[in-house]
């Protein structure tokens, strides 16, 4: 069966600061990676995903995540966040083959002006 | 703005009651998802909808049933609430493109079961 691990539940930067949230997942396959946001009052957005390819990728807003295939592990970060980044954060994973999302428990990102 | 519809935004049933929650999907896209957003939890895969067939299912009973139509909008049933059914539930369509499909979510339907 499939998991996903979001390490931090909270995380609490002052602007400016530099983001990286944890994502790790156990998965016997092939696996497209997401990562979607939940600003507060608003439904999920997607940030960025990856099906194959550069491990490298960029997102909206200046997110970008990497594909540690070696390590299970799909990192997002963000050079220098913003007040406005304030928001819930959701690693998502799925079968290449199929469409089935299975989401991590997310990560609350508190960014102080 | 996704395009995914969602309602209603909100219901409140008492337990025993059945349910339906409906939603349009995203133009030209022709599968539906359904997942449960408990408080402060992931959401979590119930099943999913490919030309008005389900197309996979998560740990979910018997009682939470749907159904898509031929304009790929689609409704979820539940049945015999419990208090435990309490959450947010949320649609996500997609074009089915083999190895490369992304979700674009509603913005949900918050049940309250009393």
């Known amino acids: 069966a499939q998991s996903v691990s979001q390490h931090n539940h909270h995380v609490i930067l002052s602007e400016a600061a530099s983001l990286e949230l944890g994502c790790n997942y156990s998965y016997g396959g092939t696996v497209n990676l997401f990562w979607y946001v939940q600003y507060p009052g608003q439904h999920l957005q997607l940030l960025l995903k990856y099906f194959s390819g550069d491990p490298l990728v960029k997102g909206i807003k200046g997110f970008e995540a990497e594909f540690i295939k070696s390590k299970f592990s799909f990192n997002l970060r963000k050079p220098s966040v913003q007040w406005s980044d304030t928001a819930e954060y959701f690693c998502a994973v799925g079968p290449h083959a199929g469409n089935m999302l299975t989401f991590g428990g997310g990560t609350r990102l508190m960014v102080k002006p | 703005e996704t395009g995914v519809t969602q309602s209603p935004t909100h219901l409140i049933k008492t337990r025993g009651q059945q349910v339906t929650l409906r939603c349009s999907s995203q133009?030209?896209?022709?599968?539906v998802s359904w997942y449960q957003q408990a408080l402060g939890q992931g959401p979590q895969f119930i099943f999913q909808?490919?030309?008005?067939?389900?197309?996979g299912r998560g740990n979910f009973p018997p009682r939470f049933s749907g159904l898509q139509f031929p304009n790929y909008s689609s409704e979820l049933n539940v049945n015999a609430l419990e208090l435990d059914d309490s959450a947010l539930y949320l649609c996500?369509?997609?074009?089915?493109?083999?190895?490369?499909?992304?979700?674009?979510f509603g913005p949900g339907t918050r049940l309250t079961v009393l």
């Open positions: 909808y490919y030309r008005e067939e389900e197309n």
């Open positions: 133009s030209g896209h022709n599968t």
């Open positions: 996500a369509s997609s074009l089915a493109e083999r190895g490369r499909d992304t979700q674009y």
